[in-house]
């Protein structure tokens, strides 16, 4: 599974792009909103640090101006991948972007019907969001597999790009029912790591190892 880094925050990514963590970066308005940066500035800037695919959404919400406003963004550099509102707008863009030869990735996509559009109208990535889903008492988990079974009944190339991921939980399922990708904020991305059993166990090799007095280096 890919990962993503779901931020415009250039050191969190410069961070886990040196581990070789980052496949690609999806930011969005609120995102934009939090880094107190220019778009354009922040995803240049962005773009050239990862090497996969970076979102950059559109914020204008007839299809027509999406287009234009997606030209733009995409213009910023080849890696640029313009993210479109799942509305009817939005997928009117996507088709005439990704004939265009850009990546498109659909965003704020919460049903399987909606992603077999977004597939249809040529989306190179569909953006399921699992936490927005499970805050409604949803299971967004359960939407993944959904469209995972829809894609592959039909063998569309879209890739699903789990995102909303709040949880290691949603990072787990996600790789097990074989989401292609998954955008997640770093700190969840870290926490996938950590286990108290590691934690312990190297607590009790450190203590044992202090008791024999030696010293490698
Ligand atoms: C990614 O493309 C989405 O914009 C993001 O994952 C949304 O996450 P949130 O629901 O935690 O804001």
New binding site residues.
Partial sequence: MKFFV?TAEINEIAELNDLGMVDGV???P??IMKSGRDILEVTKEIAELVDGPV?A?VVALEADAMIAEGRKLAAIADNIAV?VPLTWAGLKACNVLSNDGFMV?V?LCFSANQALLAAKAGATFI?P?I??LDDINLDGLELIADIRTIYDNYGYDTQI?A????TVNHAFECARIGSDVM???PKVIKAMASHPLTDKGLADFMADWEKTGQKIL
């Fill in positions: 779901d999806t930011t969005n609120s995102l979102s959404e993210k990735n965003t953006s969001f936490g927005r790009l995102a909303s991921i709040r955008t997640a904020p």
